[in-house]
């Protein structure tokens, strides 16, 4: 994927909202998402208060690399490394147990996480530049079509949100692929752009 502009004094100002609480939108390698500190609970009421989104549902992270998944996960399952092979950076999102001291609403209270890193070069270059996870749920109000513009989270909220990166479009047509652990198998949370037979496919290569 060919990195879109992103100026540093765009990357600048979003660091700045981030930091002090506020929303971002900004370009992933499926839709629009949008970016809090993950550990800050009022920055998160914020974004479930602007999403019109339910308490129990989780959100989403991204990470810039796999060291960081420490400050969310309580461990790696092993099915998982072949699958960060093969996938990261990309479009599967990875469910893990949480860290206990993770904010509610970020796990909707379910004692577990989903993360990826993102394969948008403008959400890896955010990511890296915060030093931390943060949010990545879709730019839209829940149940809504997710924006795959500027001009799209515009529509949506307007002022609502503190800082849309100028990214242009994104690809749209499907999220990342949701995947967890039932006991010791792989089960698919929610389809999306990889398949997952592919992902068992991969899984299976491991041994």
Known sequence: MKSPPFPPEELAKALAVIRAGGVVAFPTETYYGLAVDPFNPEALSRLFALKHRPPDKPVLTLIERR??????????PELYPPLMDAFW??????VFEAVPALPALLTGSTG???VRIS???????????????LTATSANYSGQPPAVSPAEVMAQFGP??????QGGSTPGGGGSTLVGLSGNDLVELRSGVIPFAAILDQARKRV
């Open 67 to 76: 060291e960081q998944l420490a400050l969310l996960a309580r461990r790696v």
């Open 89 to 94: 950076p990309g479009p599967l999102t990875l």
């Open 112 to 114: 577990t996480i989903g």
């Open 119 to 133: 394969s948008h070069p403008i959400a890896r270059r955010l990511v890296a530049a915060a030093g931390q996870p």
């Open 160 to 165: 609502r949100v503190d800082f849309v990166v």
